[in-house]
Nanobody, 118 residues
Framework: VQLQASGGGLVQAGGSLRLSCAAS????????VGWFRQAPGKEREFVAQ????????YYTDSVKDRFTISRDNAKNTVYLQMSNLKREDTAVYYC????????????WGQGTQVTVSS
């Protein structure tokens, strides 16, 4: 599976952005799709994921009630709607996929930069 992330940009604190992750190639064996982020000088951290089988979602505590992960099966696309953005959300955001055989995030797209200004 190949992943293409898009939608990043510059936004003021309190604003919103929607990231997209388009999957191509073999997608019928997808287990989950997730978003991670990496801020300058920090390690990559988990943000959210969605299970392909039933749509269950999981979030890191710092984004709960502000971010929503969703999917469009027909378009093989996963979205991350980000609202009430804070400066600490500034990071490069990466989408990633896990397949049924391994159930680990082994496939990564290129990152998309999100910058939140005060």
């Amino acid at each position: 599976v190949q992943l293409q992330a898009s939608g990043g940009g510059l936004v003021q604190a309190g604003g919103s952005l929607r990231l997209s992750c388009a999957a191509s190639g073999r997608t019928d064996n997808t287990y989950a799709v997730g978003w991670f982020r990496q801020a300058p000088g920090k390690e990559r951290e988990f943000v959210a994921q969605i299970m392909w089988s039933d749509g269950s979602t999981y979030y890191t505590d710092s984004v709960k009630d502000r971010f929503t992960i969703s999917r469009d099966n027909a378009k093989n696309t996963v979205y991350l709607q980000m609202s009430n953005l804070k400066r600490e959300d500034t990071a490069v955001y990466y989408c990633t996929a896990a397949i049924l055989a391994f159930k680990s995030f082994d496939y990564w797209g290129q990152g998309t930069q999100v910058t939140v200004s005060s």
